[in-house]
């Protein structure tokens, strides 16, 4: 089992930054792959980016791309997304997730590990 936590997710108003956190205990993830998702309401949970654990390629979504980055800390167990240039666009509940897989997942379905969620809020 693999219990991943985030956090820093808050009210920003647009062209802001914010960094999400996301603690990873239990099995160890080193051949995991790790991805960030994200739901606004009414909507269904979209990718948003994926990395191995092991370090290597990433990737994103389109909407994304060139604003966000995802990167993680081997010593504290922890992956983060790095938020730049926020827009109201970007509001939603952003959730960790992680699946021993190694490569690059982007279907919210092939995660078997998921944490709470993280809401973050962009104001025009």
């Known amino acids: 089992q693999v219990q991943l936590v985030e956090s820093g997710g808050g009210l920003v108003q647009a062209g802001g930054s914010l960094r999400l956190s996301c603690a990873a205990s239990?099995?160890?993830?080193?051949?995991?792959?790790m991805g960030w998702f994200r739901q606004a309401p009414g909507k269904e949970r979209e990718f948003v980016a994926t990395?191995?654990?092991?370090?290597?390629?990433?990737y994103y979504a389109d909407s994304v791309k060139g604003r966000f980055t995802i990167s993680r800390d081997n010593a504290k167990n922890t992956v983060y997304l790095q938020m730049n240039s926020l827009k109201p666009e970007d509001t939603a509940v952003y959730y960790c997730?992680?699946?021993?897989?190694?490569?690059?997942?982007?279907?919210?379905?092939?995660?078997?590990?998921w944490g709470q969620g993280t809401q973050v809020t962009v104001s025009s």
């Open positions: 997730a992680a699946d021993p897989t190694l490569g690059l997942i982007t279907t919210a379905d092939e995660y078997d590990y």
């Open positions: 239990g099995r160890t993830i080193s051949r995991h792959c």
């Open positions: 990395m191995p654990w092991s370090g290597g390629n990433t």
